[in-house]
């Protein structure tokens, strides 16, 4: 695990503290509404819970719990340099608070890259068992770094063509930063560039191809490549699923990121469209209490464990479905 600072001591059940990202392509997936249903899981077995609203361009968390007034926002640690401690308030649920974002835009120029460090480092300074972070969507650097960041890198997609096509540039530019990291961090940006430039010859034709033809060049890159990249998979969860034919498509996801991006991937389930809920929402702009159905709760609760276990779905768990 990253976070072995004594500081990141977990206040509910003792663990060390475990930091999970949420994020995936462009916005509509959903992407707000599992991170939240996610925080509220893990608080309600018993563990202290942050989540935060990394969401710069739209904040929308305080929305999924009721909150009106927040005269705490995060847009304080950048403006006014409160720090992040200090801006947690209490959600309605127990164990879980929040860190609210702001609804005025808060464009990346508005921060630079020395605040960014100093956010993450305040993140991982917090003292809970879990830390959540909502993303905005898109493949920002800010983004992807607070991504990066995580212990548990969780990506949400619905099954429709356009948003699955997002998910995989968002996945690929996450990957290529992390490998951009590892080239810079043991120079081998050079040997990296030389071979892609030249990848007919090689007979390079994806970024799977390009490690394993690094990896040959000598012990110590396969070494290097081998130990930096194993930490790096991603929990795919599939959201607003309205059949089983849809939620087989948490399977391609997974075998395409494999396959041909080579990260490895876990499809870790899938929520079914709660169609409540949405209209709800829809029709008076706020969530009393984050009421959802107990169908939702249940594979809420099933992600959550897999997540937690590094388990994921089986093709021979549909017939159950």
């Known amino acids: 695990m990253k976070n072995q600072s004594n500081h990141g001591k977990g206040k509910g059940n003792g663990a060390q503290t475990e930091i999970w990202a949420v994020g995936g392509g462009k916005g509509g997936t959903g992407k707000t509404f599992v991170v939240c249903q996610l925080a509220t899981c893990l608080a309600s077995r018993g563990n202290e819970v942050i989540l935060i609203d990394t969401d710069f361009g ?8 009721g909150i009106k007034s927040r005269d705490k926002s995060i847009t304080k640690f950048f403006e006014e340099k409160e720090n992040l401690e200090n801006l947690i308030i209490e959600s309605q649920v127990k164990n879980l608070s929040i860190v609210p974002g702001n609804t005025s835009p808060l464009s990346p120029s508005s921060f630079n890259y020395a605040q960014k460090i100093k956010l993450f480092r305040h993140i991982k300074n917090l003292n809970a068992d879990y830390i959540l972070l909502d993303l905005g969507g898109g493949t920002n650097p800010d983004t992807m770094d607070a991504f990066l960041l ?13 948003a699955i096509e997002n998910l995989y540039q968002f996945i690929k530019s996450a990957y290529f930063r ?5 080239f810079g961090l043991y120079g ?3 040997t990296a560039k030389e071979f892609w430039g030249n990848r007919s010859k090689h007979g390079i034709k994806t970024i799977v191809d390009l490690l394993d033809r690094l990896k040959k060049e000598s012990n110590d890159i396969e070494t290097i490549l081998s130990k930096e990249l194993s930490e790096f998979s991603l929990n795919i969860i599939l959201n607003k699923v309205r059949n089983v034919q849809e939620l087989q498509e948490g399977f391609s996801i997974k075998s395409v990121c494999i396959k041909y ?3 490895e991937a876990h499809y870790v389930g899938f929520i079914e469209y709660d169609y409540q809920f949405w209209r709800n929402l829809s029709l008076i ?10 169908s939702t709760q249940s594979e809420v609760e099933k992600i959550a464990g897999h997540i937690i276990n590094g388990e994921q779905m089986k093709i021979d768990s549909l017939k159950y479905v």
Request: glycine share 4%.
């Open 150 to 162: 995580a212990d548990k890198m969780i990506a949400v997609v619905v099954p429709e063509i356009t």
């Open 178 to 182: 992390k490998l951009k990291s590892i």
């Open 188 to 190: 081998l940006k050079q």
């Open 261 to 263: 991006i080579g990260v």
């Open 58 to 65: 739209g904040a929308n968390v305080h929305t999924f719990f």
């Open 285 to 294: 702009q706020t969530a009393p209490r984050f009421i959802v159905s107990h």
